[in-house]
């Protein structure tokens, strides 16, 4: 099962910051936050990730909370082709061994991207 | 990111044929490639895992004998959906996980899918 929830849904309008939420209480000390995105009918594409503290890419950038139970991931100037179902996974390390390092998909959150 | 290639892409078949698809690392190697299904308006769900020259591992409830996979090379993977069904029809999604580097979070990386419609 996944081990993170996100609101099924979120509206942004074209241009502005989209900051979207990820409960992960129970997270582990050997698992990372990954982010990816779906659009629709297409491979999930690769965002970020981070462990403990904050990332920032071309794409997005991740904030994580000091306890690590949460984070949010802020697409800076959301365009249109930013509409897409976000999935946030937490995910071992993959020197675990195992299953732990499999990206395990929940349902995500579907960000609509309005002009 | 690195590229990972599906083929084909889309594939509509007759019920008890089996149907082969191709997934592949253009530009980088794979030691370990995943096999996920999604069905309409639902989340991945992930198949098996297989490494480089050894069995897959499957996900509890998926059929071994029916989604045969094999990882004979470190950029290819196949899926063969053998005696495919109606219910069979889902997109496919492959995955690769790059092995360049020593971070432990490779990145996995994921094809385009494909989209098998059973008649």
């Known amino acids: 099962d996944a081990k993170t929830t996100q609101p099924p849904s979120m509206d942004c309008a074209e241009g502005r910051a989209a900051n979207l939420p990820c409960n992960h209480s129970t997270i582990s000390g050997n698992e990372y936050v990954y982010w990816y995105r779906q659009i629709h009918s297409q491979g999930p594409q690769y965002i970020i990730h981070?462990?403990?503290n904050n990332e920032t890419n071309e794409m997005a950038s991740l904030i994580i909370t000091e306890d690590r139970k949460s984070s949010t991931l802020i697409l800076p100037h959301a365009t249109l082709r930013d509409t897409a179902v976000y999935y946030c996974i937490v995910r071992a390390s993959i020197y675990y061994g195992g299953s732990q390092g499999n990206l395990i998909f929940g349902k995500g959150t579907k960000l609509s991207v309005k002009p | 990111g690195a590229v990972v290639s599906q083929h084909p892409s889309r594939v509509i078949c007759k019920s008890g044929t089996s149907v082969k698809i191709e997934c592949r690392s253009l530009?980088?190697?794979?030691?370990?490639m995943f096999w996920y299904r999604q069905f309409p308006k639902q989340s991945l769900m992930l198949m098996a895992t297989s490494n480089e020259g050894s069995k897959a591992t499957y996900e509890q409830g998926v059929e071994k004998d029916k989604f045969l996979i094999n990882h004979a090379s470190l950029t290819l993977s196949t899926l063969t959906v053998t005696s495919a069904h109606p219910e069979d029809s889902s997109f496919y999604i492959c995955?690769?996980?790059?092995?360049?580097?020593?971070?432990?979070?490779?990145?996995?990386?994921f094809g385009p899918g494909t989209r098998l419609t059973v008649l």
């Open positions: 530009d980088f190697q794979a030691t370990t």
């Open positions: 981070g462990l403990k």
């Open positions: 995955s690769a996980r790059d092995t360049v580097g020593t971070g432990p979070y490779n990145e996995q990386f």
